[in-house]
C-alpha cells in the first residue's frame, strides 16, 4: 500500500497528558498537512510542510501542539498537555507539489482525552 | 477568512436517482477539489478541477468549476448504495497551499 499512513488510529488519553501522532506521506510527495477534524465539521487546517521546513501555522495551533518534519520524510504531530478539547480526528495529508494541489488523506488519528 | 457554504447539509436519496450539491465561497479559489468520508476513514479525492469553467467526470460523478471562481458543483448520477457517505468540497486559493473545507453534505441512499 502506497497511500498515506498514520500512527495510532486511535488514542485515549487522560486530561494533561503529552499525545505524539505519525504520519508517513506518499514517498514521492514533498508537501505534507495537518487538519483536525471534529464531529459534523469539515477538516480545519493546522499547519503544512515542504520537505523539512514548516511553511505555514494556522491560529488553531496553540503553544501546546507542535509538528516535526525531520528528514522531510515522515512527520510527527505532538500535543503537550491534553485538555479535552483536544478531542478529535486528527489527519495527515500529503500532496507533490509544484503546481499539483490534490492532496491525499490519510486514515486519521481519532483523540480522546478523558 | 475564507468561509465555504456547502449545500443541502442532508440528502435522502432512492438508488437508481441523481443528486446535487454544491458549494460557494466568499473568496475567490484557484482549485476546487471534492471529497467522500465513510465513518471512522479519512476524505477519499473524487475530483480536482483547476480552471474556471472546467467540467470533469470521475465514472458516474461530475464536477464543475463555476464561471466566477467562487463555486463548484458536483452532481452523482444513478446513485448506488456505496454512494452512502458524507461529500466534502474544498478550495485553494492566492498563495496558501493549505484547503478550506465546507461542512459536508450527507448523502444516504435508500434501496
Known amino acids: 500500500d502506497t497511500g498515506v499512513s498514520q500512527n495510532p488510529r486511535h488514542k485515549i488519553t487522560k486530561r494533561g497528558q503529552n499525545v505524539t501522532f505519525r504520519c508517513d506521506p506518499i514517498?514521492?510527495?514533498?508537501?505534507l498537512y495537518w487538519y483536525r477534524q471534529t464531529l459534523g465539521q469539515g477538516p480545519e487546517f493546522l499547519t503544512y510542510?515542504?520537505?523539512?521546513?514548516?511553511?505555514?501555522k494556522s491560529r488553531l495551533l496553540s503553544d501546546r501542539f507542535s509538528a516535526e518534519r525531520p528528514k522531510g520524510s515522515f512527520s510527527t504531530l505532538e500535543i503537550q498537555r491534553t485538555e479535552q478539547g483536544d478531542s478529535a480526528m486528527y489527519l495527515c495529508?500529503?500532496?507533490?507539489?509544484?503546481?499539483?494541489?490534490?492532496?491525499?488523506f490519510g486514515p486519521g488519528t481519532r483523540l480522546t482525552v478523558t | 477568512g475564507q468561509q465555504l457554504n456547502q449545500s443541502p447539509q442532508s440528502m435522502f436519496i432512492q438508488e437508481g436517482e441523481d443528486v446535487s450539491m454544491n458549494c460557494t465561497s466568499s473568496?475567490?479559489?484557484?482549485?476546487w477539489l471534492w471529497y467522500k468520508q465513510d465513518p471512522g476513514e479519512g476524505p477519499v479525492l473524487l475530483i480536482a478541477?483547476?480552471?474556471?469553467?472546467e467540467l470533469t467526470s470521475n465514472g458516474r460523478l461530475t464536477a464543475q468549476f463555476g464561471i466566477t471562481r467562487k463555486d463548484s458543483f458536483l452532481n452523482i448520477s444513478a446513485s448506488i448504495p456505496s454512494d452512502v457517505g458524507i461529500y466534502f468540497c474544498?478550495?485553494?486559493?492566492?498563495?496558501?497551499?493549505?484547503?478550506?473545507f465546507g461542512s459536508g453534505t450527507q448523502l444516504t441512499v435508500l434501496p
Open positions: 510542510f515542504q520537505n523539512e521546513a514548516q511553511l505555514e
Open positions: 514517498s514521492e510527495h514533498n508537501r
Open positions: 474544498a478550495g485553494q486559493g492566492g498563495s496558501a497551499r493549505q484547503l478550506t
Open positions: 478541477l483547476y480552471k474556471a469553467g
Open positions: 495529508a500529503s500532496s507533490l507539489g509544484q503546481g499539483y494541489h490534490e492532496q491525499y
Open positions: 473568496s475567490i479559489f484557484n482549485t
